[in-house]
Every structure is written in C-alpha cells, then in structure tokens.
Nanobody, 110 residues
Framework: VQLVESGGGLVQPGGSLRLSCSASGTIINFNPMNWYRQAPGKQRELVARITSDGSTNYVDSVKGRFTISRDNARNTVYQQMNSLKPEDTAVYYC?????WGQGTLVTVSS
C-alpha cells in the first residue's frame, strides 16, 4: 500500500489550497480515509475523515473551511482548504488504517 500526498505549499492567510492523496495497493472507499496534521512542537491531530459510506467528520477548528472528498475512479482523496489561517501551518498526512503517506507541508504566512 502506498499513499502519496501532494498540493502543499506556501499561501497567504485567507488563501486556499487543495491537497491530494493518491492511493495504490488499496481501494480508498473500503475503509475510512483520514487527513491528519502535525504542527511544529505539537502532536499529530485528526483533521478530517471520510467513511466508506461517504460521511465526513472534521475537527472543530476547520469546520466550514475544509472539505474532504474522494474520487473513487482515481482512487484519490482530496482536502480542499479555504480561508487558511497561520495556525493551519503543519505537515498534512493522508492515512488509512496503519498506512501513512510521507506528508506535505502547508505554510500559511504573509
């Protein structure tokens, strides 16, 4: 199983980014897919989840700003991030069960 994230980068406060997680060796809609993040000096936290039936959950700090989705045909999970804040700065990881991607860095700064 391989999960490969992309889409991170530097963005100004209030800006947007879309992260992608391309999966191989597994089918993304058979189990929940998660986005985690880890900011410097902080523990890794669950940001968003999409379940096998398409239900979504978000940590309170991103509700209304982030949207998790998936494209089953592409076996890819996305996270659209709008109205980004400096406190969203972190390495974002895609996760499924015990598998993790390498992470993609999101930096929100002016």
């Amino acid at each position: 199983v391989q999960l490969v994230e992309s889409g991170g980068g530097l963005v100004q406060p209030g800006g947007s980014l879309r992260l992608s997680c391309s999966a191989s060796g597994t089918i993304i809609n058979f189990n929940p897919m998660n986005w985690y993040r880890q900011a410097p000096g902080k523990q890794r936290e669950l940001v968003a989840r999409i379940t096998s039936d398409g239900s979504t959950n978000y940590v309170d700090s991103v509700k209304g700003r982030f949207t998790i989705s998936r494209d089953n045909a592409r076996n890819t999970v996305y996270q659209q991030m709008n109205s980004l804040k400096p406190e969203d700065t972190a390495v974002y990881y895609c996760n499924k069960l015990n598998w993790w991607g390498q992470g993609t860095l999101v930096t929100v700064s002016s």
